[in-house]
Structures are given as structure tokens and as C-alpha cells.
């Protein structure tokens, strides 16, 4: 009777938890797309070095030309899938027994970094790589723009973890394990320790040093696998059952029962 | 009678801006006959010396009234609320990508102000602003795109006797979507209608903004109106 297919539209469109599934999707997909276009698409990491000298850094623009042209018209393409991301992980805030302004600034820090810590980056590669022929001290600093601006988009990530950090250290409801709060400071620190990337041109604390880089990378990569897997746990804890939705009609403005406050 | 809460001044607002916008689109010289990627720094640099004055004006007016695109944004925000699901993620989701287009649009007028500003500096300096003006502006539509595929999804999944948007606004979003996706591309090339001039980075992506602007302003004024005639307004 059902191919997986069906199943899939059916859940699709009558699943009770199919908007935090949706969301959940598209987070795990985004990553996805983002290491694919970011390590073998455009190859813009893991990063170039900052001291190197400019014929050398035409060189690795020479190399990726097309990979950087393309693999960021990708990005330019589907970096929107950040928003039901952002959505997802301000709503595990709206489980919490915290007040609403903990999702509602997480939400904004979160959406407000993309362009800074992603998209800014993908202009300043794409004009770097779009004329070869281009007075080469400017590309060398379209280059610079592009990492430092990648590397050094720090408060709104920073800031961003120690709310969503907060507010599972003093949720009542059990949305996140405590250990998880204490890895959210372990991922504020990695913006800590890359401040020095504004200052220093080779070494561990440059922009592709052992600790602003590879160290970061490895705290970055165990947070976001770790939220991704808890974030589903708490979709697979949702009980919405399959009955009538928590508030509908919404003819009059209506007060809700706290429970339901919480979903809403 | 009615308490006045501001939302139809919000809503209003958004045709007096759309007219501001218009109208500096007309006013900024690059734009009518949208700026070759292939014309020389020297070229570049002689367009930002003989329209200096009125790169300026159109600009400053775009950086006035470039933000009022979110108001409206947020009104669609507020009437997926009312619809049928069953969390607040879609809404959250149009909130998220609300202040994205008019923060990415900001950028690009910058560079074109600062074009602007000194254009007797060396062509190859005007010619990198303005290559950073155009391709942020051209490429400014990933949350474009998610804000419409978000809406249209709020709409399928508004499973409900009368749904706050009809079926076909879903399906006018998603066409809208898709005429906003090549321009991400761009950069590819400097001729056709992939580059920043052409047929479908320039013309469809920038028509169809004007379309979603004009064809969502009249479903939201409509199902505002609808709503306030329904229900007391919310202290």
C-alpha cells in the first residue's frame, strides 16, 4: 500500500511534528552542502595562509577560479536554509522554562551572522576570483577581507552561544542535558581564541594556525554534531499526538493554558 | 470603535516606500541600461566622475528606505501565526530571514556611495568598488528565496476550513523563487543573461521582486482587512 514515497508525502503533509522535522532537515542538509562547497567546491578550506606573498595568493585564486565562482553562486543559492535552522534552535529555547527573550535574541544574533561570517566572505572570494587580470594588491586584499571576515565575525557566534548557553543551564524542563550547555562555552572560547587572527600573520593564532583554526574546527564540528543529534532527540520527545491543533480557530484573541503557551 | 494599534500604518507604509524605491531606481544612471561587467576600469571610472551626483541621490534615498522591506516581512510573519501548525518555526523562519535582503542591499549601496564619493581616485580602485557594489547587489537572494519558499510552505501546510492565504500564493511564491535563483550565479560570466546585466540577473530577479512586492502588498492588505473585520483588535 505505501512506497516509501507516499510515506514520505503523507508525512510530509500530515505528519503532527512535520514543521520541526522540516527544520531539522534543512539544518542537517545545510551542513552538509556547507562542507562539500566549502572544502571540494570552492576549496577556500581549509584556509590559505596569511603570510603568504601576493604572486602566491594569485596563484590560489589561478587554481580555484571556476570552484569559487560556481561553488559560491551555490551558496548564494541556498544560504536561506540558515533561517529554519536559526528557527529550530530558537524554538528548543521556547521548550525551555526561560523567558522568550532568550530565543528571540538568538534568533537575531544567529540570522545577523550569516551575512558577516558567510556571505560577506562569498562576495569578497568571488570578486577576488572575478578578474585574473585585476591590479594583484587588490586581490591580495580582497583576500584578506574574505578570510578575516570569515575567521574574525566573532561576538554575534560568541554572544549567540552563551545565550542558548544560558538558557539550557537554567531551564527547568530538560529540553538539553546540562553537558551540553558547558560545550556551548567550550564553542564561545573558540571566538575568543581567534581575536589574535586580526593581528598575527603566521603562527598558531593565525587565521590558519593550529589553535585559531584546527583547534576551533574541532570544538566547532563536536558542538554542531552534538546539537544536531539532540536537537532530533527533542523532536522525537515532542508528544503533539495527532489531535486537533493547540489553538485553532484563532477568531478571538484567546488565552492559552501554559502548556500550550510553551509550544506557541 | 477600534483601537489603534499601528498595524495598517505599517501596512501603508509599504506602498509610499515601493514608490520611493521606484523611483530611485530610475534615478540611479546604472540601472536602466544595468552597468556592464565587461566595461573597462577607465569606463567605470568615468561613469562614476560624469553621474556622480546622481549615483549619490538615488543611493542615499536606497539607503534611507532600503530597510522598509522588513515591516512587511514581519506583517507575513504575523499572519503565519495564524495559521494551522502546530509551532511557531515558520514564523520564526520569516523572522530570521527578514532583516537579511535589506542588510546585503545595504552593503552593496555603500560600495556605490563610496564609489561615488571620490571618483577622481585611480580607475582600478573604482572599478573594485563597483564590482563589490554589483555583485553584492546582484547576488543579494538567498534569504529572497527562502522567504518565499517558507511562505509557500507555511500555505500548503495552513490545513484549515479557510486557510489565511489562498492556494495560489503559495504557488506565485514558489514561481517567484525560482525566478530569483539564477541571479545567485552570476558571476560566472560577463556576457549573457547570467551576468549582472543580463536577462535573468538583472531583469527577471529585479521584475520579479517588483511583482512579489506589488502581488503580496494587495494579498496582505486583503487578508489584513479580512482579519480586523473578523476579530477585535489585539490590545
Known amino acids: 500500500m505505501s512506497s516509501p514515497l507516499s510515506r514520505l508525502a503523507w508525512n510530509f503533509r500530515h505528519n503532527p511534528k512535520r514543521e520541526l522535522w522540516f527544520a531539522w532537515w534543512m539544518m542537517d542538509i545545510f551542513y552538509q552542502l556547507y562542507d562539500v562547497l566549502f572544502f571540494f567546491v570552492t576549496r577556500v578550506q581549509p584556509p590559505a595562509s596569511p603570510a603568504w606573498s601576493t604572486p602566491m595568493v594569485l596563484q590560489w585564486f589561478d587554481t580555484r577560479h571556476y570552484g569559487i565562482l560556481a561553488g559560491f553562486g551555490v551558496v548564494f543559492l541556498i544560504s536561506g536554509l540558515c533561517a529554519p535552522m536559526n528557527a529550530l534552535l530558537a524554538y528548543s529555547m521556547r521548550r525551555m522554562s526561560v523567558s522568550r527573550v532568550f530565543g528571540y535574541s538568538y534568533l537575531i544574533m544567529y540570522s545577523l551572522s550569516a551575512i558577516p561570517g558567510m556571505l560577506v566572505m562569498a562576495i569578497a572570494m568571488t570578486v577576488g576570483a572575478l578578474r585574473p587580470d585585476r591590479n594583484p594588491e587588490m586581490i591580495h586584499w580582497l583576500f584578506d577581507f574574505a578570510f578575516l571576515s570569515f575567521s574574525g565575525t566573532m561576538g554575534v557566534f560568541m554572544i549567540g552561544s552563551l545565550v542558548w548557553l544560558v538558557a539550557i543551564l537554567i531551564d527547568k524542563n530538560g529540553v538539553f542535558p546540562k553537558w551540553f550547555g558547558y560545550l556551548g562555552l567550550c564553542n564561545a572560547l573558540t571566538e575568543v581564541v581567534v581575536a589574535p587572527a586580526w593581528i598575527f600573520q603566521r603562527g598558531v593564532f593565525a587565521w590558519n594556525g593550529a589553535i585559531a583554526w584546527w583547534i576551533n574546527m574541532v570544538v566547532f564540528v563536536t558542538y554542531t554534531v552534538c546539537f544536531i543529534v539532540l536537537l532530533r532527540k527533542m523532536i522525537e520527545r515532542e508528544d503533539f499526538g495527532d489531535g486537533v491543533l493547540p489553538d485553532l480557530p484563532p477568531k478571538v484573541e484567546r488565552s492559552q493554558p501554559d502548556s500550550v503557551g510553551a509550544m506557541r | ?235
Not at chain 2, 511562505?151 to 486557510?163: K, M, S, V
Request: aromatic share 14%.
Open chain 2, 1 to 235: 470603535m477600534k483601537r489603534t494599534d499601528g498595524e495598517l500604518i505599517l501596512f501603508w507604509c509599504l506602498p509610499a516606500i515601493a514608490i520611493i524605491w521606484v523611483s530611485a531606481f530610475f534615478l540611479f544612471p546604472g540601472f536602466l541600461h544595468p552597468m556592464s561587467p565587461t566595461m573597462s576600469a577607465d569606463a567605470v571610472a568615468a561613469f562614476y566622475r560624469d553621474e556622480t551626483a546622481r549615483i549619490r541621490y538615488s543611493m542615499i534615498l536606497f539607503n534611507w528606505f532600503g530597510v522598509g522591506l522588513i515591516p512587511t516581512v514581519i506583517l507575513l510573519a504575523m499572519q503565519v501565526r495564524r495559521m494551522a501548525h502546530r509551532t511557531p518555526i515558520l514564523s520564526y523562519s520569516l523572522i530570521s530571514c527578514a532583516g537579511g535582503p535589506p542588510c546585503l542591499f545595504l552593503i552593496a549601496n555603500l560600495f556605490w556611495l563610496l564609489g561615488s564619493f571620490r571618483p577622481e581616485r585611480a580607475p582600478e580602485l573604482t572599478q573594485l568598488l563597483n564590482d563589490l557594489a554589483w555583485v553584492t547587489f546582484t547576488v543579494l537572494v538567498p534569504f529572497l528565496i527562502a522567504q518565499c519558499v517558507l511562505l509557500a510552505l507555511a500555505i500548503y501546510w495552513d490545513h484549515q476550513e479557510q486557510p489565511v492565504f489562498k492556494m495560489w500564493v503559495a504557488h506565485f511564491n514558489i514561481l517567484v523563487a525560482v525566478a530569483l535563483a539564477p541571479a545567485a550565479f552570476t558571476a560566472l560570466t560577463f556576457t549573457g543573461p547570467l551576468a549582472w546585466d543580463g536577462l535573468l540577473s538583472f531583469w527577471v530577479k529585479n521584475i520579479a521582486i517588483f511583482v512579489w512586492i506589488v502581488v503580496m502588498g494587495i494579498v496582505l492588505g486583503q487578508t489584513i482587512r479580512q482579519q480586523r473585520a473578523e476579530e477585535p483588535v489585539a490590545a
